[in-house]
């Protein structure tokens, strides 16, 4: 099915301990973006890249990287987790302007 | 950066009520969507509206980009309508989209 996929869906990690969130879509959009969603919050962007072989910092990027390793995969690596970063990760993506938005179903992270 | 606020920020409705969410920003756009989250995490995209009315079913929608707001209807509410609508918005760059806080929105039967 066409869409986007995030792996895995669920994750538990010891402070310190590094992890990559995987996200790959399958619409050939442009652009990829991950957020994260604290509980009764909204969504808040950590990085995006607005086509292959660009990336950019949004509003939470500290303690995160991204690899926008083609025009598929979009991943996100938490090189040592806080308790902080517990939260559910989403992946999107879109065309160009942002036409056509698209969620993954995220992945619940736990850091202990 | 810029400012997104929805309101309200929580509704409770009798099914087959109207309902009318808010979302104000402080600043001018490049887009403006809408989406929903249903209670099982799921987003959903409902509009694509940067300005203008569009219409889908029972749900339609209204921005006025000159005026720095957009309105979501709802109408003849259901249940499978509960959940959280957020708005979200791009500026300075098309592709840096921003979420507001969102509107919970709980449908009795």
């Known amino acids: 099915n066409a869409g986007v996929t995030q792996t895995p869906k669920f994750q538990v990690l010891k402070t310190g301990q590094s992890m990559t969130l995987q996200c790959a879509q399958d619409m050939n959009h442009n652009s990829m973006y991950w957020y994260r969603q604290d509980p009764g919050m909204g969504l808040r962007l950590i990085y995006y890249s607005a086509s292959e072989g660009t990336t950019d910092k949004g509003e939470v990027p500290n303690g995160y990287n991204v690899s926008r390793l083609n025009k598929r995969e979009f991943s996100l690596r938490l090189e040592s987790a806080a308790p902080s970063q517990t939260s559910v990760y989403f992946c999107a993506s879109s065309m160009t302007g942002g036409i056509g938005y698209t969620f993954g179903s995220g992945t619940r992270l736990t850091v202990v | 950066g810029i400012q997104v606020e929805q309101s309200p920020p929580d509704l409770i409705l009798q099914e087959g009520a109207n309902s009318t969410l808010r979302c104000n920003f402080s600043?001018?756009?490049?887009?403006l969507q809408w989406f929903h989250q249903n209670p099982w995490g799921q987003l959903i995209n409902l509009f694509y509206?940067?300005?203008g009315t569009k219409q889908n079913g029972r749900l339609s929608a209204t921005t006025v980009a000159t005026e720095r707001y957009s309105l979501l209807y709802i109408s003849s509410s259901q249940t499978t309508d509960s959940g959280v609508y957020f708005c979200a918005v791009a500026y300075s760059s098309a592709s840096k989209i921003i979420f507001g806080s969102g509107t919970r929105l709980s449908i009795r039967p």
């Open positions: 509206i940067p300005s």
């Open positions: 600043d001018s756009v490049n887009n």
